[in-house]
């Protein structure tokens, strides 16, 4: 499978912004998938994760009530709306994914990558 995210740009605080994932190739409908962001200096972190079949989600606590991830399996596509953007949200947003639909936050559970789309948020 394939991942390109884009949807990435520059923000002021309490901005908004949508991001996208388009899988493509040998997709699943029991994909598990996720955003994980690097900011400038710091490891790679956890964002969300959700499960296509039956659409559970998981959020790191750094963005609980902010964002929301979605996906649309006809579309092949997973989204994450980023609501109330603060400074400290600036960094390079990654969607992963993997082919079964546990739910994980660990950064090696996830076999592919996307390239990255950058999200800068101004103070």
């Known amino acids: 499978v394939q991942l390109q995210a884009f949807g990435g740009g520059l923000v002021q605080t309490g901005g908004s912004l949508r991001l996208s994932c388009v899988a493509s190739g040998r997709t699943s409908s029991n994909f598990g998938t996720a955003w994980f962001r690097q900011a400038p200096g710091k490891e790679r972190e956890f964002v969300s994760a959700?499960?296509?079949?039956?659409?559970?989600?998981v959020y790191a606590d750094s963005v609980k009530g902010r964002f929301t991830i979605s996906r649309d399996r006809a579309d092949n596509t997973m989204y994450l709306q980023m609501n109330s953007l603060k400074p400290e949200d600036t960094a390079v947003y990654y969607c992963?994914?993997?082919?079964?639909?546990?739910?994980?936050?660990?950064?090696?559970?996830?076999?592919?990558w996307g390239q990255g789309t950058e999200v800068t948020v101004s103070s």
């Open positions: 959700i499960r296509w079949s039956g659409g559970n989600t």
């Open positions: 992963a994914a993997k082919y079964n639909g546990i739910l994980s936050e660990m950064r090696r559970s996830y076999a592919y």
